[in-house]
Nanobody
Framework: QVQVVESGGGSVQAGGSLRLSCAASGYTYSTYDMSWYRQAPGKEREFVSRIDSDASTTYADSVKGRFTISRDNAKNTVYLQINSLKPEDTAMYYC???????????????WGQGTQVTVSS
């Protein structure tokens, strides 16, 4: 089994910053791409950012220049530094981690339970 746990959410004023963390634990023989998604009330879940095992990164246009994704492979942890927060960033932020539990195992995507980010104007 693989557990994915997010943390770091909270309530901040517009212009503030937060640093989200997501740690994968359990049977993690290899960890591949790690991503952040978010879902605002009444809206569909949307892609925010992704970091591959070679540290290449991808961002949604709406967060470019404000969000920075990074990872610590030794800790199987991905971070999302969020700066210049806007009220429209208010959402539940979810982490997705692609893992192989063993050498011959298939890659499987695991999701965390989410961490809430609320931005007030």
């Amino acid at each position: 089994q693989v557990q994915v746990v997010e943390s770091g959410g909270g309530s901040v004023q517009a212009g503030g910053s937060l640093r989200l963390s997501c740690a994968a634990s359990g049977y993690t023989y290899s960890t591949y791409d790690m991503s952040w998604y978010r879902q605002a009330p009444g809206k569909e879940r949307e892609f925010v950012s992704r970091i591959d095992s070679d540290a290449s990164t991808t961002y949604a246009d709406s967060v470019k220049g404000r969000f920075t994704i990074s990872r610590d492979n030794a800790k199987n942890t991905v971070y999302l530094q969020i700066n210049s927060l806007k009220p429209e960033d208010t959402a539940m932020y979810y982490c997705k981690t692609v893992v192989k539990a063993c050498l011959p195992c298939d890659r499987v995507a695991y999701w965390g339970q989410g961490t809430q980010v609320t931005v007030s104007s």
